[in-house]
């Protein structure tokens, strides 16, 4: 039996698979690393303001492609916070809220520590004008 496998892996065409092998296996274990979760950090949002957030969006801190509303139908009415896991691709994230009338706010928050954004009515918020 063990010549039996001598021989086999001293084959050329033994060989020659097992180049394409091993560039599989590098390649499938690329692939899951990257599927691997994303690092997520806590965010809290405070409504020291008179406005009603009705949409908080995420996005890359570059990046006008947002992501699904977080609210999910619910509100931030003034007076109170909410936390939101946020996943971060990268060491910060865009947060836009939007308010009843349609104007928005945004700033960007790091990932690297739990995150808190206090918005005030001295916020000037952009209503598309």
Not at 39 to 63: K, Q
Not at 78 to 106: A, H, M, W, Y
Request: charged share 15%; with cysteine.
């Amino acid at each position: 039996m063990r010549n039996f496998l001598t021989a086999i892996l001293k084959s050329k065409a033994i060989r020659r698979l097992m180049v394409p092998a091993a560039v599989f296996c590098a390649l499938a274990s690329t692939s899951l690393l990257s599927g691997a979760a994303r690092p997520a950090t806590a965010l809290t949002i405070n409504n020291n303001s008179g406005w009603e957030l009705r949409h908080v969006y995420l996005s890359a801190p570059n990046n006008d492609n947002w992501g699904p509303d977080q609210l999910n139908g619910a509100v931030i009415a003034p007076g109170q916070s909410l936390t939101l896991n946020v996943e971060c691709g990268g060491g910060e994230v865009r947060v836009i809220t939007e308010d009843k009338d349609g104007c928005f706010l945004s700033t960007v928050v790091s990932c690297s520590a739990n995150a808190e954004w206090t918005i005030t009515n001295n916020a000037t918020p952009n209503c598309g004008g």
